[in-house]
């Protein structure tokens, strides 16, 4: 069942909006013990694996209710600017609905992956010479001028449905966790899920709220920095994004729930993601790997406080937004590659370290 079905009540949809679903949504809550063990006892670390939805990244959650309403409203066209899972998703959900897709990319920045899906999908796919920030800019005066609809998160359809993703972590748990942590780039993620923790607590589905955790790339913290990057860097690039469209709503979110947005640097993050996958057995993406590497800086400084209660064990929940495949290049190039040996078993028992 995708996240319209499951969660019509709390969606801006009615019996005549055309569902356009590829079922997305109900992706696992994984338990992360070598995770938990860093932050210390009395500690419970889950990861969120939105990697597993059908393009591979959470952007399906909100893409499924843009593309719904834009067929509803009888749009032809959507359009996005994107790092490379929006487009990814965009053109995914406009081939399922049978209209045109229209993408703008940073020229050189995207991952392999999701460059492969926007063009299998059929979008016509433009790479500009500039950034993300300079391609959003763009695509917003394309839709008032165009007949074509925006389905990046200025359009509050995707907010909407990516805010499911905290109705199942409640589900899950049977509550909200006590901490949320996940990357924050164009920072329309960390507003759907506080404005989910909000509405399921509004509606008596739970009795508490998380303590917001959000993370930028130390090369493009705008929100940290508290000042406009212009020329944002990280090998995070689904984060790598200078000037957030969401940018005050982030600030509430902290500010409303105690939280913090704080950085991370490219090293932190990669190492948090070889960790996720040769310790926890989880690829994730490197951007997604903000949200761990936030979370283990916080524990080393102390931020979690002591819970000596082994039975009320304290929840933290980290979103891995995107699938570790989708930027392949990445894990190769941090790891060593292989050298071929000839078909001899004793020379390959050697290679093996047996
Ligand atoms: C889009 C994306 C982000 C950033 O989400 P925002 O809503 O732009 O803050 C993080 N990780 C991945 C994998 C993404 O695709």
Known sequence: MGIIERYREFLPVTDKTPVITLEEGSTPL????PLSDIVGKGYRV????????????FKDRGMTVAVSKAVEEGS??????????????????????????????PDGAIALGKLAQALIHGAKVIAVRGNFDQALLIVREMSEKYPITLVNSVNPYRIDGQKTGS??????????????SLPVGNAGNITAYWKGYKEYRERGKSRSLPVMMGFQAAGSAPIVEKRIIKKPETIATAIKIGNPASWKTAEEARDQSGGIIDKVTDDEILEAYKFLADRVGVFAEPASAASVAGIIRKAREGYFPANSD???????????????????????????????????????IKKAGL
């Open 30 to 33: 994984i338990k992360a013990d």
């Open 46 to 57: 889950w990861l969120k694996f939105e990697g597993l939805n059908p393009t591979g990244s």
């Open 76 to 105: 032809k066209a959507v359009v996005c600017a994107s790092t490379g899972n929006t487009s990814a998703s965009a053109a995914a959900y406009s081939a399922r609905a049978g209209i045109k897709c229209v993408v703008i990319i």
């Open 167 to 180: 109705f199942e972590i409640c589900d899950i748990l049977g509550k909200a966790p006590e901490y949320h």
């Open 310 to 348: 082994p039975d009320n064990k304290k929840d933290i929940v980290c979103v891995l937004t995107g699938h570790g495949l989708k930027d392949p290049d990445r894990a190769i190039k941090c790891l060593e590659t292989p050298v071929a040996v000839d078909p001899d078993l004793k020379e390959i």
